[in-house]
């Protein structure tokens, strides 16, 4: 039997960082919500012990390296699993994007394998064992819309913000997340109000949420690529309600209500990013199925 999962990208709508840990982590405080840009993973049981990726993407590692093959390890070894697997990604999420590509293959290969290897997992018993593979993983592993804190794997649901438009934009450089945590510098933030955009969220007052949007990582990540800001501002003149970098970038994403002013953005954007996409967000969690 072969299965195939969806793995959706995020995007994050607010991003705090309260503090650097002692484990080298930072503390953060974050909204995130999943969008209707997917990765697929097909999961094809293989009669050997191993676990192969295929992919066609010179930027997606085929290795150990890989978070899906991380994903599959993990259940194999703590689950003393002695089937093999072939996981093949078709890559649409762009990567080192700011979008949690690898996290949500990560995540997707988690529910897949669960189901594959009838392990009988709930949700949150994935997203416990995602945030070993990475911060973004638990997050990914439920989809939706929710609170990250701690490390970013601590998550609260929330509901999903009102229907609209997400346009995204990546200029062609990736980002390290690692190097634009370490470039932060704490004594020059300036927090977005998450609780803020929580509430707003909760009253589906889209034009306070487009208020609201704040991201501590973009500064840092703008200083390295000019680029992000440029496309910021091309995005605010085409007519986007709000801009923002998600995650620790360099992906721009817009906000856009009516469908009149869709097109133009995406034209208008397209002229200079070779990488955009206009989808809708998405409101509901993964479920275990
Ligand atoms: C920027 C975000 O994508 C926002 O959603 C996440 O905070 C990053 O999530 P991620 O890519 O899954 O991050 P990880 O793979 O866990 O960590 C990559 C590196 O980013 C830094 N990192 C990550 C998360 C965090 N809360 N504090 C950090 O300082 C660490 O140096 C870590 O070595
Ligand atoms: N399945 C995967 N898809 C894409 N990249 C992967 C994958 N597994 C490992 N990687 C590696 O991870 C790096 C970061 O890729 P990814 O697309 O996950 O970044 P990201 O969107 O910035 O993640 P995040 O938003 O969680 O920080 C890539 O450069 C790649 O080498």
Not at 34 to 60: Q, W
Not at 77 to 84: A, C, I, K, L, T
Not at 87 to 111: E, F, Q
Not at 187 to 210: G, T
């Amino acid at each position: 039997m072969k299965l195939l999962v969806k793995a959706p990208a995020k995007i994050n709508l607010s991003l705090d960082v309260l503090h650097k840990r002692p484990d080298g982590y930072h503390e953060v405080k974050m909204v995130m919500t999943t969008i209707d840009l997917a990765d697929r993973i097909e999961l094809t049981p293989l009669p050997s012990d191993t676990i192969r990726i295929v992919s066609h993407n010179r930027f997606v590692p085929d290795d150990h390296r890989n978070l899906a093959y991380q994903a599959a390890k993990l259940l194999k070894e703590r689950f003393n699993v002695r089937d093999g697997v072939a996981i093949s990604i078709i890559k649409t999420i762009p990567v080192a994007a700011g979008l949690a590509g690898g996290s949500s293959d990560a995540a997707a290969t988690l529910r897949g394998l669960n189901k594959l290897w009838n392990l009988g997992l709930t949700l949150d018993e994935l997203a416990e064992l995602g945030a070993e593979i990475g911060s973004d993983v638990s997050f990914c592993v439920y989809g939706g819309t929710a609170i990250a804190t701690g490390r970013g794997e601590k998550i609260e649901h929330i509901p999903a913000p009102p229907p609209c438009w997400v346009i995204l934009a990546k200029p062609t450089i990736g980002v390290s997340t690692a190097e634009v945590y370490r470039n932060l510098n704490l004594a020059s933030i300036v927090h977005p109000d998450v609780d803020a955009m929580v509430k707003a969220i909760k009253e589906q007052d889209y034009n306070k949420i487009c208020s609201l949007v704040g991201n501590v990582l973009e500064e840092v990540t703008m200083k390295m690529h000019p680029e992000v800001a440029q496309i910021k501002e091309q995005m605010k003149r085409f007519g986007a309600d709000a801009v923002l970098m998600s995650g620790s970038g360099p992906t721009v994403f817009g906000l856009v209500r009516h469908d009149s002013r869709l097109q133009r953005i995406y034209n208008g954007l397209r002229g200079f990013c070779d990488q955009v996409f206009a989808v809708r967000l998405l409101g509901e969690r993964n479920s275990l199925d």
